[in-house]
């Protein structure tokens, strides 16, 4: 492995960073961390038409909610800046020239009618039309290698519109080798002439990716499949500019849960679960869009999800710290097929990371739930609560469904376990109950169970026909924790009252 690994995550402005995004984020930042390397952000926003004015923030805001921030990039670090393509505008034509001047690379003053006037005919004649080898010297097409100096020279001094177009060599076959998918082999007979430059002074997508990865020295290219068709262009660039080319390695898609297809929003709205990482509002329609972290997952849990979208340690592991996945990640470990996502999985990880953190951190986000309820309790309580659910807990928001009767009288019972458990001496019992329960002096869970388990052997009756109506009284269901760490924890005088309050009500 080269001692200077340099990897970049070029996303594009264009609205919020979709889980794919992060995943491709995700392995660039591990794979850098691995190799002791530098981990790049560069801003692709060439095309503004579709740029986004709140999106970077939101890109480097969803960078660092997810721990894997960054080192190089906009306003951090800009040894090779600016990062930002619309910043760098200025420099792509130099390398547009050199291509044209050596031969790579030719004008081509073709009006999009013109195009469409040539694909309609090849249409109706059966085939398709490609601009390439086949028709860019024939006279069809208007373009340097068919004018001369002169005529090309007047028409870019006249104003008229043109592109830079790639020469792409006639009859070879290219042999490319990917990280993930291995020798790939390419008929260049079979490739466009990608556009490079446009008039208006912008570079397309193609050259200002080639040129930018070479200034900021990336070692590794490490994207999404998507590109896997450029992949021929972009070697073929790299041999035009005499540069030495990066190590290409192309990630497989994230599938829909149904396992075919791209993983979309509509898939994540249609089914109820986020595709983004943070929410996401809209600055043109106001439309909100929720995120992982406001739905409640927990970063660290997140991120493990994503690293299995595609790859695997080799082990029945599945559950990673970030510097556990910085030690195992290899790219040889990554799938060429695509990875299906599982919204039930990805709510797995939160729960297993939900049993791993320490009481206290939970009760610290749990905290701020009961003060908006109006509910001011100890810390040391709520910490006890926090332990005594968290095991039935996916979300921290769940806690308060899980655990509302620590700080509050049920104010309504479930009628079908009401229906079932409350007989018609029930009520007799309970008062026999409370009686009991005043006796008793140390208020223990384990005491407390004792001396009611004693009672109910010496009355020989069922422990259900005095155990299940007072969960009844005490949590208004049949659920929750141990029923005597609730009596403990609610105190004599709270067991008292709700027991009352069931005599009365039910």
Request: charged residues 30%.
């Amino acid at each position: 492995m080269e001692s200077n690994v340099r990897v970049r995550f070029a996303p594009s402005p264009t609205g919020p960073l979709h889980i794919g995004g992060v995943r491709t984020a995700l392995y660039n930042y591990l794979f850098a961390k691995k190799h002791n390397g530098t981990f790049v952000l560069r801003i692709e926003d060439t095309d503004q038409t579709r740029y986004v004015a709140n999106a970077e923030q939101y890109i480097i805001d969803a960078l660092e909610w997810c721990a894997i921030p960054f080192d190089e990039g906009p306003g951090k670090n800009e040894k090779f800046g600016p990062y930002r393509q619309s910043e760098r505008k200025d420099l792509y034509k130099k390398y547009a020239d050199q291509l044209i001047g050596t031969g790579w690379a030719y004008y081509a003053f073709d009006s999009s009618e013109e195009l469409d006037a040539h694909r309609k005919q090849h249409e109706a004649e059966g085939k398709t039309f490609i601009y390439n080898w086949h028709n860019r010297e024939k006279g069809r097409l208007v373009n340097s290698l068919v004018l001369s100096d002169d005529e090309v020279q007047q028409r870019i001094n006249s104003g008229e519109k043109f592109v830079v177009r790639f020469k792409t060599p006639q009859d070879e076959t290219l042999i490319l080798e990917d990280e993930i998918r291995g020798t790939i082999k390419i008929d260049t007979n079979t490739l466009d002439d990608k556009i490079l430059f446009k008039s208006d002074g912008m570079p397309t997508y193609h050259l200002a990716n080639i040129v930018d990865d070479h200034l900021m020295e990336i070692s590794h290219v490490i994207r999404g499949e998507e590109w896997l068709p450029s992949l021929p262009l972009h070697s073929l660039l790299y041999r035009a500019f005499g540069w030495e080319s990066p190590k290409f390695a192309h990630l497989p898609l994230i599938l829909k849960p149904v396992g075919k297809g791209k993983l979309s929003k509509r898939d994540g709205d249609k089914l109820g679960f986020p595709v983004f990482p943070l929410e996401y509002t809209n600055e043109v329609n106001g439309d909100v869009s929720c995120g992982y972290k406001e739905d409640g997952y927990f970063a660290d849990a997140f991120i493990n999800m994503l690293a299995f979208l595609g790859w695997n340690p080799g082990t029945e592991q599945e559950i990673f710290s970030l510097e556990e996945l910085v030690k195992t990640f290899d790219l040889k470990r990554v799938s060429k097929s695509g990875a299906k996502f599982s919204p039930d999985k990805t709510k797995w990880f939160n729960q297993q990371y939900m049993q791993s953190k320490p009481d206290e951190e939970l009760t610290d986000l749990y905290l701020p739930i009961l003060a908006e309820k109006g509910i001011i309790a100890e810390k040391d309580y709520v910490q006890k609560v926090v332990s005594s659910v968290k095991e039935r807990a996916i979300f921290i928001q769940d806690f308060w469904g899980l655990s509302s009767f620590f700080f509050v009288s049920p104010k309504e019972y479930d009628g079908k376990n009401v229906k079932k458990n409350w007989k018609e001496g029930t009520p007799e019992l309970m008062k026999e109950l409370i009686d009991i329960i005043n006796s008793i002096e140390d208020f223990s869970s384990e005491n407390t169970e004792k001396e009611i388990k004693e009672w109910i052997s010496g009355k020989e009756i069922g422990f259900g026909k005095v155990m299940q109506p007072l969960r009844l009284s005490l949590v208004g269901k049949l659920a929750g924790p141990h029923l005597f760490d609730i009596i403990a924890m609610i105190g004599k005088e709270e067991t008292i009252k709700r027991l009352e309050n069931a005599i009365e009500k039910l």
